[in-house]
């Protein structure tokens, strides 16, 4: 009987959480946090230049539809241009510049923030797309 008295003094019984117990956790979640979120950021940014891409490409099926149906380009591009193609203009601004050749008509997509690290997309007469930044070609955005 005596012995189980003995026992029983050194059990303790744990009430809470230690504070240090509490500062792991939070670093933990720290750490995995600040792996996490420029993971995602990254991952809005190139869904968003998708969306431009894809506005670049519909911009141009209507200017080669405007072509076939009256024998000449649009004068001018804006983001209301074409009615149709629904552009998503909340991250993108969506004009036009003319040339010759290949280059006819170049279509842009000039992001509304800075952030981006392509920069303003490009889509030539041709089908050839490209990016800049600050004038300097971006690899890897098209």
Not at 114 to 124: A, E
């Amino acid at each position: 009987m005596s012995r189980f008295f003995q026992i029983k003094q050194y059990r303790h019984i744990q009430a809470g959480v230690t504070f240090i117990e509490l500062l792991v956790v939070l670093a933990v979640i720290g750490i995995l946090a600040a792996i996490a979120y420029p993971s995602y950021a990254e991952h809005l940014q190139r869904s968003y230049r998708e969306d431009a891409k894809t506005g670049l490409v519909k911009l141009q099926l209507w200017m080669e539809e405007q072509y076939n149906t009256s024998g000449s380009y649009p004068t001018s591009v804006n983001n209301s241009s074409c009615p149709g193609c629904s552009l998503n203009t909340n991250r993108y601004n969506f004009d036009a510049t003319f040339g010759t050749g290949a280059d006819t008509y170049v279509l842009n997509a000039t992001p509304k923030t800075s952030g981006d690290r392509c920069g303003t997309l490009s889509l030539n007469a041709a089908g050839r797309g490209s990016a800049k930044l600050g004038g300097s070609a971006v690899t890897d955005c098209w």
